[in-house]
């Protein structure tokens, strides 16, 4: 996720003066890959902070659940050749936070579900920098 990170960090830097909006939008998703990875890394802490109780943590699973069902449409829209590959992560890090909750370990799942999140921002953000951005319109109040 990181050398992926890596890359949307230099596509934005390349697109900055041609197409600000897209290389708003890539270096959005490059944001999110890196704190999906570091939602991971916490696992690899001992010690952290206390997951939230069970029923929220439930609940921000079920919530990613129908998240996780744009990926398709973002992967499509954004034709990225690592759309499938950011998918993909999200999708398991989703299935590895339901087997987390099912055995009660709440960080785990906490942690993996942050962690779709995050791969959905990316995506979603991928998917939005081929959109031409809005024109601003004119003004309330002027002729």
Do not use: W
Not at 69 to 75: E, K, M, N, S
Not at 94 to 120: H, I, N, P, V
Request: glycine share 4%; proline share 7%.
């Amino acid at each position: 996720m990181l050398a992926l990170a890596k890359t949307y960090l230099d596509k934005s830097e390349s697109l900055q003066f041609r197409s600000p909006f897209a290389a708003t939008r890539i270096l959005a998703a490059a944001d999110a890959l890196i704190s999906a990875a570091e939602h991971q890394r916490h696992l690899e802490q001992k010690e952290g902070p206390p997951p939230p109780d069970s029923a929220e943590i439930t609940r921000h699973v079920d919530r990613v659940y129908f998240r996780l069902q744009q990926a398709d449409y973002f992967v499509k829209q954004s034709a990225d050749p690592n759309g499938q590959t950011i998918e993909d992560f999200a999708r398991q890090y989703y299935q590895e936070a339901l087997r987390a909750t099912d055995k009660g370990d709440l960080r785990t799942a906490d942690e993996c579900a942050k962690s779709t999140d995050e791969l959905m921002r990316a995506l979603e953000n991928l998917a939005l920098s081929t959109a031409l951005p809005s024109k601003p319109g004119p003004g309330l109040g002027k002729p």
